[in-house]
Each structure stands twice: as C-alpha cells, then as structure tokens.
C-alpha cells in the first residue's frame, strides 16, 4: 500500500509515482492490474486528485500504465509480444484463481508442477 508522507521533501506526485513504481517492479501489481480513478485513489490517500493525475500522466508516457478511455488506467504489458502474451494470460488465471476461490499459493505450486513436466517447453530448463 502505498502512504504519502508529508513531512517528506518528495512532493506527493512523486511519493505516488516512485511507489507504483516500486509496486510495479516488484510483481505486487502485475501487467493488466486495473488501477484506482484518479479521484478514488485521490480520497484514499488524501491528496488532490491533481496529485494523483500528474503522477498517472508521468507514469503513462513512461509506458509504465495505459489509459483505456472510460475502461480505466491499467498497468501495461511488455512491449515484448511474447511477454504481452504470457502477461495476458498470467492475469486471466489469476482473475480464474480469485473467481474461484482459490488460494495463491496453491495455485502457484500447481503452475510451477506443471512446468516442470515431462514435455513443458521450460521442463529441465
């Protein structure tokens, strides 16, 4: 989760962008992840929605999220097509894993079984 500290000598833009940022990075919020509109995520964290739409402008022309029109802003996928498509289809079992119930790390461990094989293209790599 992401806080925006006012004591600190960051400006709140910045605090927002280098946190999705490091929340990006970090896998916490993967490729396809829907984010908060700019008013929402502005009530979350107590900043003016200006605060938060000049942090999704600087992250957008970094290709780091995508605006979709009124489908809301979006982390982005790779611009690697091989990657886009295993982005794609990483985000639909997760939403078919949340759908379901289903916990993570049980879901994790049958991906990784699956895998490793016999006839996986990654098996023994």
Do not use: C, K, W
């Not at 119930?101 to 016999?118: F, I």
């Amino acid at each position: 989760m992401i806080v925006i500290d006012p004591s600190s000598p960051l400006p709140p833009f910045e605090q927002l962008r280098t946190g999705l940022v490091d929340a990006v990075a970090s896998g916490e919020l993967a490729a396809g992840t829907r984010l908060p509109t700019v008013r929402r995520l502005a009530e979350d964290l107590g900043v003016a929605p200006g605060t938060v739409a000049r942090a999704y402008r600087e992250l957008e022309a970094s290709g780091i999220i995508e605006t979709r029109g009124r489908n809301g802003t979006f982390v982005a996928f790779d611009a690697d097509p091989a990657r886009q498509q295993l982005q794609r289809a990483a985000a639909a079992f997760a939403a078919q894993v949340r759908d379901l119930h289903l916990d993570a790390e049980e879901a994790l461990a049958v991906v990784t079984a699956a895998l490793r094989a016999p006839g996986s293209a990654t098996a023994g790599a």
